[in-house]
């Protein structure tokens, strides 16, 4: 893929759970989606399975298409099959983006993301996280709370390192 998911960006979604796509990222699923056109709207796949994550992880149509390959190596019936199958294949929703670029969240991706019915009534903010080659789907709140662990978690890896460019010359785990 030539171009990739990059940055956190902010969109306001509606009472009827509707948001637009970061135009940015829609060039990427745009380019993932061979059905992709002016007349059809490029199509996403929202993982929402996952214990213990609270964002929903999303691809463009190639992108899921590579997952479920990978899936696919994993002798069936096994229990790594089983598992990956369920949370990322079953738990997922294929969705075609309206020509302006917006979609509504599906109720399964709300409850993941942690919306309730207050936050529909009003709206809520939904920050889109970009990954490289997905991105991800959170509530605001939860998004600022998780990055800020993070934020310490990664300063404290740093072992006195001044910058965090220095993770990148260490060896992978």
Same mark, same amino acid.
């Given at each position: 893929?030539?171009?990739?998911?990059?940055?956190?960006?902010?969109?306001?979604? &509606?009472?009827?759970?509707?948001?637009?796509?970061?135009?940015?990222?829609?060039?990427?699923?745009?380019?993932? &989606? !061979? #059905?992709?056109?002016? #007349?059809?709207?490029?199509?996403?796949?929202?993982?929402?399975?996952? !214990?213990?994550? #609270? /964002?929903?992880?999303?691809?463009?149509?190639?992108?899921?298409?590579?997952?479920?390959?990978?899936?696919?190596?994993?002798?069936?019936?096994?229990?790594?099959?089983?598992?990956?199958?369920?949370?990322?294949?079953?738990?997922?929703?294929? +969705?075609?983006?309206?020509?302006?670029?917006?979609?509504?969240? !599906?109720?399964?991706?709300?409850?993941?993301?942690?919306?309730?019915?207050?936050?529909?009534?009003?709206?809520?903010?939904?920050?889109?996280?970009?990954?490289?080659?997905? /991105?991800?789907?959170? #509530?605001?709140?939860?998004?600022?709370?998780?990055?800020?662990?993070?934020?310490? &978690?990664?300063?404290?890896?740093?072992?006195?390192?001044?910058? +965090?460019?220095?993770?990148?010359?260490?060896?992978?785990?």
């Amino acid at each position: 893929m030539s171009e990739s998911f990059r940055g956190e960006l902010i969109q306001k979604v &509606d009472n009827k759970a509707r948001v637009s796509i970061p135009a940015a990222f829609r060039r990427v699923l745009q380019e993932g &989606d !061979p #059905k992709a056109s002016e #007349k059809v709207g490029a199509r996403i796949v929202i993982v929402y399975g996952g !214990p213990g994550r #609270k /964002f929903a992880e999303c691809y463009s149509y190639a992108g899921s298409e590579d997952l479920a390959s990978k899936i696919a190596l994993h002798p069936e019936g096994s229990r790594e099959r089983i598992n990956l199958t369920n949370n990322l294949i079953t738990k997922s929703a294929i +969705i075609e983006l309206d020509l302006d670029g917006r979609l509504v969240l !599906p109720p399964q991706v709300r409850q993941k993301i942690g919306v309730t019915p207050d936050d529909l009534t009003t709206g809520f903010d939904a920050v889109f996280a970009g990954t490289l080659t997905t /991105f991800q789907i959170w #509530k605001r709140e939860v998004y600022d709370a998780e990055t800020a662990t993070l934020d310490q &978690d990664g300063m404290e890896s740093l072992d006195g390192a001044l910058d +965090i460019l220095a993770l990148l010359h260490r060896p992978a785990v």
